[in-house]
């Protein structure tokens, strides 16, 4: 059954981090700006990255699916060597010791109007790595968090603008623990992996956003200081023998500006993130990215981490479809322990301005080529 397991890893996820859920679960589109878009977030994004960019949200957005996909790459290119694996041969996992297998996958709703929104959030994230050849066991990942989002924006000027968002979120995992080959190959689907991690709970959590546009002709550049889970958000317990994890809060400076020329947008922005954290090296902070947009053709780069990013996306009416191969530094510094990955996501957004017409994620008219 291990090789259903591994498939089940890839594909059953996407159907439904120890990190703040506005970054854990970032579409594609931000992981090829670097991990940049706070600084761009309008409508029902804003609601779960940045709740002050509501307040220049169009009349009315509906976020009807959202979808993201993930795996490294060691995962993808091994998916044939999966089905060679026999739980009764141990040499059949020698390939896979001190490899990581890691799959993630995220779904979010939202609706919003100016200054108002509401949105809902499951992220799912599973690792595997297997270590101790005498006696192997798989080190393993498991959390789920399923959130709901309740946002809003506030003007202190006619330039600056105050967000909130209240999230309550049930967490399943959050930890890690010690399998054996006999637990994992025995395992029929990714809910009998699941249930080995038994605790879960509850909690309460608050972001406070800060955003300021600068009067800056053409550019229009915007400046944001985000703070993720004030206070932390700790959980209640609500099955298993303790409380899951608590998520730490996270203070973030970003900025951008944008470029509307005739069949052409740029953007390009930056991030520093964790920046109340000192045990975090300044160069795991440090994120930057670009977005090129053409009528239907979105091309994007970025630099996180100490690593490039880069992605594409689609637009076909209200579909937008997004791809990109980023790195996450697992280690301590940047250029210790890459990770490399891949990411797809789907969206599915209505836009609409006063007369109802409509509208991209920037307010502009949609015409047959379209562009964010």
């Not at 490294?72 to 390939?95: G, H, L, M, V, Y």
């Not at 956003?209 to 229009?220: C, D, G, I, R, S």
């Amino acid at each position: 059954m291990m090789k259903f397991v591994f498939s089940v890893l890839l594909i059953l996820t996407s159907a439904i981090a120890q990190a703040q859920l506005g970054d854990a679960s970032r579409s594609a589109r931000s992981r090829a700006m670097g991990g940049v878009y706070a600084p761009f977030a309008r409508g029902a994004d804003a609601i779960f990255v940045n709740p002050a960019g509501l307040a220049t949200s169009p009349v009315l957005e509906i976020k009807l699916l959202e979808l993201s996909a993930a795996t490294n790459s060691f995962t993808f290119e091994n998916i044939k060597n999966f089905q060679d694996i026999d739980a009764n041969d141990p040499s059949t996992f020698n390939r896979f010791f001190g490899e990581k297998v890691w799959a993630q996958a995220t779904g979010k709703l939202g609706v919003a109007i100016p200054f108002f929104g509401i949105g809902y959030l499951n992220n799912a994230e599973v690792s595997l790595e297997l270590h101790n050849p005498a006696f192997p066991e798989f080190d393993t990942y498991f959390v789920q968090d399923e959130a709901i989002y309740l946002a809003g924006a506030f003007p202190l000027s006619p330039t600056t603008y105050l967000g909130l968002a209240f999230k309550r979120i049930n967490r399943w995992g959050g930890s890690t623990q010690e399998l054996s080959i006999g637990d994992v190959s025995d395992a029929s689907s990714i809910q009998d992996i699941g249930d080995r991690f038994q605790n879960k709970g509850q909690g309460y959590g608050v972001d406070v956003a800060l955003m300021t546009e600068l009067p800056v002709p053409v550019f229009k550049p915007t400046l944001g200081l985000i703070m993720q889970d004030v206070g932390t958000t700790t959980f209640n317990k609500t099955a298993g023998d303790e409380a899951p994890p608590a998520i730490p809060q996270s203070l973030t400076f970003a900025g951008g500006l944008g470029v509307d020329l005739p069949g052409l947008d740029v953007l390009v922005g930056f991030e520093a993130r964790h920046l109340t954290e000192p045990d975090i090296q300044i160069g795991k902070k440090l994120h930057l990215g670009a977005e090129v947009s053409l009528p239907m053709i979105d091309l994007r780069a970025g630099y996180g981490q100490g690593y490039f990013s880069y992605g594409a996306g689609v637009n076909l009416l209200i579909f937008h479809i997004d791809a990109v191969s980023y790195t996450e530094e697992m280690g301590v510094y940047p250029g210790q322990a890459g990770d490399a990955r891949y990411m797809v996501t789907l969206n599915i957004d209505l836009s609409f301005d006063a007369d109802f017409k409509f509208t991209d994620n920037s307010g502009k008219k949609r015409r047959l080529k379209q562009r964010r």
